[in-house]
């Protein structure tokens, strides 16, 4: 059974800092490119950050310069570090891990943790 557990969501103050861990179990966890997404509310959920097997990145403009997402696979874990953080900012993040093997495509998802951004 594959589960992907996010956690470090909270309530920051503008310019504030957090950073999110998501443990992945029941996947080769180095094989897939993990990704965090966000999902504001009244919005389509969107792609925040993401790394691949290959330790290669890739972020969506509005984060770029203040968020960094890293891996760990000896723990199968991907954090994203979030810093310079914006009231719009403010989202449910997940967590998610992807995989194209033998044209078959591998998606989970975790079930979200809560970022606001808030004086």
């Known amino acids: 059974q594959v589960q992907l557990v996010e956690s470090g969501g909270g309530l920051v103050q503008p310019g504030g800092s957090l950073r999110l861990s998501c443990v992945a179990s029941?996947?080769?966890?180095?094989?897939?490119?993990m990704g965090w997404y966000r999902q504001a509310p009244g919005k389509q959920r969107e792609l925040v950050a993401r790394?691949?097997?290959?330790?290669?990145?890739n972020y969506a403009d509005s984060v770029k310069g203040r968020f960094t997402i890293s891996r760990e696979n000896a723990k199968n874990t991907v954090y994203l570090q979030m810093n310079s953080l914006k009231p719009e900012d403010t989202a449910v993040y997940y967590c998610?891990?992807?995989?194209?093997?033998?044209?078959?495509?591998?998606?989970?998802w975790g079930q979200g943790t809560q970022v606001t951004v808030s004086s």
């Open positions: 998610n891990a992807d995989l194209l093997s033998w044209g078959r495509r591998r998606d989970y």
């Open positions: 029941g996947i080769i966890f180095s094989s897939y490119t």
């Open positions: 790394t691949t097997s290959g330790g290669s990145t």
